[in-house]
Nanobody, 120 residues
Framework: QLQASGGGLVQAGGSLRLSCAASGRTFSNYAMGWFRQAPGKKREFVGGISRSILTYYADSVKGRFTISRDNAKNTVYLQMNSLQPEDTAVYYC????????????????WGQGTQVTVSS
């Protein structure tokens, strides 16, 4: 089970940190992904972190967003800096037992989304 939190309303240029807490399984055995979906758009890959702590980012967030994980706390984080209105979306976390996938439908488990709204 995955529980995402930390969303909210922020002004452009601001920061937010999302958290995704996992329960029920050995968290360290899973690669984790973050996706987002804006109204009327497809769900898109934001970034991911592998079991070996390799990180991957979409070009649109590279240099602004950072993914990390704390296996002791069964939690993955998405630090978002320099937020822009185009970052407004529902953000989802996902887990997979093999690898970080760039497509959302490959993941084993999904959490509920958390809304991020960036005002201009």
């Amino acid at each position: 089970q995955l529980q995402a939190s930390g969303g909210g309303l922020v002004q452009a240029g601001g920061s937010l940190r999302l958290s995704c807490a996992a329960s029920g399984r050995t968290f360290s055995n899973y690669a984790m992904g973050w996706f987002r979906q804006a109204p009327g758009k497809k769900r898109e890959f934001v970034g991911g972190i592998s079991r070996s702590i390799l990180t991957y980012y979409a070009d649109s967030v590279k240099g602004r967003f950072t993914i990390s994980r704390d296996n002791a706390k069964n939690t993955v984080y998405l630090q978002m800096n320099s937020l822009q209105p185009e970052d407004t979306a529902v953000y989802y976390c996902a887990a997979d037992s093999l690898t970080v996938y760039y497509t959302w439908d490959n993941y084993d488990y999904w959490g509920q989304g958390t809304q991020v709204t960036v005002s201009s």
